[in-house]
Protein backbone atom coordinates (compact mmCIF):
# COMPACT_ATOMS: atom_id res chain seq x y z
CA UNK A 1 0.00 0.00 0.00
CA UNK A 2 2.90 2.28 0.41
CA UNK A 3 4.53 1.64 -2.35
CA UNK A 4 1.46 2.40 -4.51
CA UNK A 5 0.52 5.63 -1.96
CA UNK A 6 4.55 6.79 -3.36
CA UNK A 7 4.35 5.85 -6.70
CA UNK A 8 1.26 7.64 -7.31
CA UNK A 9 2.48 10.58 -5.64
CA UNK A 10 5.69 10.32 -7.64
CA UNK A 11 3.31 9.86 -10.46
CA UNK A 12 1.16 12.84 -9.97
CA UNK A 13 3.53 15.40 -9.75
CA UNK A 14 5.16 13.92 -13.21
CA UNK A 15 2.51 13.67 -15.08
CA UNK A 16 0.39 16.55 -13.56
CA UNK A 17 -2.03 14.74 -11.95
CA UNK A 18 -3.94 16.58 -8.86
CA UNK A 19 -2.77 15.39 -5.65
CA UNK A 20 -6.06 15.98 -3.99
CA UNK A 21 -8.24 12.92 -3.65
CA UNK A 22 -11.50 13.27 -5.81
CA UNK A 23 -10.10 15.10 -8.79
CA UNK A 24 -8.84 13.24 -11.65
CA UNK A 25 -8.13 16.18 -14.17
CA UNK A 26 -4.61 17.04 -15.41
CA UNK A 27 -3.32 20.67 -14.87
CA UNK A 28 -0.74 22.49 -17.05
CA UNK A 29 2.04 23.77 -15.20
CA UNK A 30 2.14 27.42 -15.09
CA UNK A 31 5.37 28.28 -16.62
CA UNK A 32 4.19 26.92 -19.90
CA UNK A 33 4.32 29.11 -23.27
CA UNK A 34 0.29 28.08 -24.28
CA UNK A 35 -1.30 29.17 -20.29
CA UNK A 36 1.66 32.49 -20.54
CA UNK A 37 -0.15 33.32 -24.28
CA UNK A 38 -3.82 32.71 -23.06
CA UNK A 39 -2.98 34.97 -19.69
CA UNK A 40 -1.65 37.64 -22.26
CA UNK A 41 -4.08 37.09 -24.90
CA UNK A 42 -7.04 37.98 -21.98
CA UNK A 43 -5.10 41.10 -20.75
CA UNK A 44 -4.30 42.70 -23.79
CA UNK A 45 -8.35 41.86 -25.28
CA UNK A 46 -9.25 43.26 -21.53
CA UNK A 47 -7.26 46.34 -21.98
CA UNK A 48 -8.34 46.74 -25.45
CA UNK A 49 -12.11 46.46 -25.01
CA UNK A 50 -11.86 48.58 -22.09
CA UNK A 51 -10.02 51.82 -23.91
CA UNK A 52 -12.97 51.29 -26.52
CA UNK A 53 -15.81 51.38 -24.33
CA UNK A 54 -13.50 54.63 -22.42
CA UNK A 55 -13.56 56.20 -25.86
CA UNK A 56 -16.60 55.15 -28.04
CA UNK A 57 -19.41 56.10 -24.98
CA UNK A 58 -21.84 57.58 -26.36
CA UNK A 59 -22.38 60.21 -23.61
CA UNK A 60 -18.86 61.51 -23.09
CA UNK A 61 -16.24 59.81 -25.28
CA UNK A 62 -16.41 62.28 -28.07
CA UNK A 63 -14.81 64.94 -25.04
CA UNK A 64 -12.38 62.11 -23.88
CA UNK A 65 -11.44 60.95 -27.76
CA UNK A 66 -10.90 65.33 -28.28
CA UNK A 67 -9.00 65.55 -24.69
CA UNK A 68 -6.49 62.49 -25.48
CA UNK A 69 -5.39 64.09 -29.25
CA UNK A 70 -4.90 67.15 -27.55
CA UNK A 71 -2.63 66.26 -25.42
CA UNK A 72 -0.82 64.06 -27.62
CA UNK A 73 -0.20 66.70 -29.72
CA UNK A 74 0.85 69.25 -26.91
CA UNK A 75 3.41 66.60 -25.87
CA UNK A 76 4.56 66.25 -29.12
CA UNK A 77 5.09 70.13 -29.81
CA UNK A 78 6.84 70.11 -26.50
CA UNK A 79 8.83 67.67 -27.75
CA UNK A 80 9.69 69.14 -31.16
CA UNK A 81 9.87 72.47 -29.23
CA UNK A 82 12.54 70.92 -27.28
CA UNK A 83 14.53 69.09 -29.93
CA UNK A 84 14.42 72.41 -31.99
CA UNK A 85 15.98 74.47 -28.75
CA UNK A 86 18.50 71.86 -27.76
CA UNK A 87 19.58 71.98 -31.78
CA UNK A 88 20.33 76.01 -31.93
CA UNK A 89 21.61 75.50 -28.53
CA UNK A 90 24.31 73.17 -30.47
CA UNK A 91 25.15 74.72 -33.61
CA UNK A 92 25.70 78.08 -31.33
CA UNK A 93 27.89 76.57 -29.18
CA UNK A 94 29.47 75.03 -32.49
CA UNK A 95 29.68 77.93 -34.43
CA UNK A 96 31.14 80.03 -31.17
CA UNK A 97 34.13 76.99 -30.91
CA UNK A 98 34.83 77.86 -34.77
CA UNK A 99 35.00 81.58 -34.34
CA UNK A 100 37.35 81.04 -31.08
CA UNK A 101 39.68 79.29 -33.11
CA UNK A 102 39.96 81.02 -36.61
CA UNK A 103 41.75 84.17 -36.98
CA UNK A 104 39.91 87.27 -36.81
CA UNK A 105 40.76 90.33 -39.93
CA UNK A 106 40.75 93.56 -38.87
CA UNK A 107 38.86 95.15 -41.34
CA UNK A 108 40.16 99.19 -42.81
CA UNK A 109 37.68 101.52 -40.63
CA UNK A 110 37.14 104.72 -42.26
CA UNK A 111 38.42 107.93 -40.89
CA UNK A 112 34.76 109.45 -39.86
CA UNK A 113 34.73 105.83 -38.34
CA UNK A 114 37.60 106.13 -36.19
CA UNK A 115 36.74 109.57 -35.41
CA UNK A 116 33.18 109.01 -33.45
CA UNK A 117 34.80 105.70 -31.99
CA UNK A 118 37.29 108.07 -30.46
CA UNK A 119 34.86 110.64 -29.64
CA UNK A 120 33.22 107.82 -27.68
CA UNK A 121 36.91 106.96 -25.52
CA UNK A 122 37.71 110.50 -24.92
CA UNK A 123 34.50 111.58 -23.60
CA UNK A 124 33.12 109.16 -21.91
CA UNK A 125 33.66 110.35 -18.19
CA UNK A 126 30.73 112.57 -17.42
CA UNK A 127 33.30 115.56 -16.68
CA UNK A 128 35.23 115.42 -19.60
CA UNK A 129 35.29 118.94 -21.66
CA UNK A 130 33.19 117.61 -24.81
CA UNK A 131 32.20 121.27 -26.19
CA UNK A 132 35.87 122.47 -26.11
CA UNK A 133 37.66 119.48 -27.89
CA UNK A 134 37.64 119.06 -31.89
CA UNK A 135 38.36 115.27 -32.73
CA UNK A 136 39.64 114.66 -36.42
CA UNK A 137 41.25 111.43 -37.69
CA UNK A 138 43.32 111.83 -41.41
CA UNK A 139 44.98 108.23 -42.52
CA UNK A 140 44.54 106.70 -38.92
CA UNK A 141 46.05 109.57 -37.03
CA UNK A 142 44.19 111.02 -35.19
CA UNK A 143 43.97 115.04 -34.13
CA UNK A 144 43.23 116.70 -30.91
CA UNK A 145 42.42 120.29 -31.08
CA UNK A 146 41.25 122.75 -28.72
CA UNK A 147 41.21 124.29 -25.11
CA UNK A 148 41.06 122.36 -21.79
CA UNK A 149 41.29 123.54 -18.33
CA UNK A 150 44.26 121.58 -17.07
CA UNK A 151 47.30 119.77 -18.16
CA UNK A 152 45.74 116.44 -16.85
CA UNK A 153 43.00 116.89 -19.22
CA UNK A 154 46.10 117.23 -22.11
CA UNK A 155 47.49 113.94 -21.16
CA UNK A 156 44.43 111.82 -20.46
CA UNK A 157 42.58 112.31 -23.49
CA UNK A 158 45.91 111.88 -25.34
CA UNK A 159 46.23 108.21 -23.68
CA UNK A 160 42.70 107.71 -24.22
CA UNK A 161 42.60 108.42 -27.92
CA UNK A 162 45.61 105.47 -27.99
CA UNK A 163 43.33 103.13 -26.75
CA UNK A 164 41.17 102.89 -29.76
CA UNK A 165 41.81 100.35 -31.80
CA UNK A 166 43.05 101.42 -35.88
CA UNK A 167 44.16 104.43 -34.09
CA UNK A 168 47.78 104.43 -35.66
CA UNK A 169 49.03 107.83 -33.87
CA UNK A 170 47.64 111.06 -31.54
CA UNK A 171 48.28 114.54 -32.18
CA UNK A 172 47.64 116.40 -29.66
CA UNK A 173 47.33 119.93 -30.33
CA UNK A 174 45.39 121.04 -27.06
CA UNK A 175 46.35 123.36 -24.64
CA UNK A 176 45.47 125.43 -21.62
CA UNK A 177 44.14 128.73 -21.36
CA UNK A 178 46.28 131.50 -21.16
CA UNK A 179 49.00 129.23 -23.88
CA UNK A 180 49.40 129.53 -27.16
CA UNK A 181 48.10 127.10 -29.53
CA UNK A 182 50.29 124.01 -31.08
CA UNK A 183 50.51 124.69 -34.68
CA UNK A 184 50.78 121.30 -36.74
CA UNK A 185 51.70 120.59 -39.69
CA UNK A 186 49.22 120.91 -42.73
CA UNK A 187 46.95 117.81 -43.01
CA UNK A 188 48.43 116.96 -46.38
CA UNK A 189 51.26 116.68 -45.35
CA UNK A 190 50.93 115.04 -42.26
CA UNK A 191 49.30 112.58 -44.34
CA UNK A 192 52.29 112.17 -46.55
CA UNK A 193 54.60 111.72 -43.42
CA UNK A 194 52.34 108.85 -42.12
CA UNK A 195 51.98 106.82 -45.26
CA UNK A 196 55.83 106.59 -45.82
CA UNK A 197 56.70 105.74 -42.29
Request: charged share 25%; glycine share 10%.
Amino acid sequence: MRSTAAGCRRGAGAAGVSDRPGLGFRVKPLGSRLSMRTVLSFALGTATGAAAAHFLDPDSGRKRRNLARDQAASKASSAASAVSTQAHYAAGTVKGAAHAVTPHRHEEIDDATLADRVRSEIFRAADAPKGSVSVDVQAGVAYLRGEVDSRDWIDRLGKDAHKVQGIDGVKNLLHVPGTPTPTAEPRSVASENFNQN
